[in-house]
């Protein structure tokens, strides 16, 4: 599952680092500034992580599926809102909002493949399930909250992709 070399592996160690540099991007909102080179990874691995979850054996659509296709849509209007509207208006809150909803699509995943591999978490559920996907619902909407409030323009123009914050 860990391996690197195996699609499992490569898919599972880019959705860890995309949590990883995605609670660190959402850390710097939280500060009221961007951390321009985590965002990047962030973003890049998170699209590689839904990306890859359609690469899966399956048949027919699975909630998986449905998860991933909202994760890149919601990307879309993180990247849309921040590089392409670069923050302006309402593009800061929408920019915001969508980093921390892809953030918490990443580790709504995390905790259901927690609950379905590690034996001792999976003999709770299902309640123990919901409860861990409540008590995350309800964190990550409260950090959506405070980081609306706290991140703010920089006065300094917003750098685009391509060029070093």
């Known amino acids: 599952m860990f391996d690197p070399t195996t699609y499992t592996g490569f898919h599972t160690?880019?959705?860890?680092i995309a949590m990883a540099a995605g609670f660190?991007?959402?850390a710097?909102?939280?500060?009221?500034?961007?951390?321009?080179?985590?965002?990047?990874?962030?973003l890049v691995t998170a699209i590689g992580t839904s990306?890859?979850?359609?690469?899966?054996?399956?048949?027919?659509v699975l909630p998986s599926?449905?998860?991933?296709?909202?994760?890149?849509?919601?990307?879309?209007?993180?990247?849309?809102?921040?590089?392409?509207?670069?923050?302006?208006g309402?593009?800061?809150?929408?920019?915001?909002?969508?980093?921390?909803i892809s953030l918490y699509l990443l580790t709504f995943v995390g905790v259901a493949q927690i609950f379905q591999k590690i034996p001792a978490f999976a003999d709770t559920a299902?309640?123990?399930?919901?409860l861990a996907q409540l008590a995350l619902l309800v964190g990550f909407a409260l950090l959506t909250m405070r980081a609306v409030k706290r991140f703010r323009l920089p006065d300094?123009?917003?750098?685009?992709?391509?060029?070093?914050?």
């Open 28 to 42: 710097g909102l939280l500060a009221g500034r961007e951390r321009h080179g985590w965002t990047v990874l962030f």
């Open 24 to 26: 660190v991007a959402v």
């Open 126 to 130: 299902p309640v123990g399930f919901a």
């Open 65 to 88: 599926h449905v998860v991933g296709v909202l994760a890149l849509l919601v990307l879309a209007v993180a990247l849309l809102a921040r590089y392409g509207r670069h923050l302006s």
């Open 51 to 60: 990306a890859t979850g359609f690469g899966f054996p399956f048949q027919g």
């Open 13 to 16: 160690w880019l959705s860890l």
């Open 156 to 165: 300094a123009p917003v750098p685009s992709l391509g060029q070093p914050a």
């Open 90 to 100: 309402g593009w800061r809150a929408a920019y915001v909002v969508t980093m921390v």
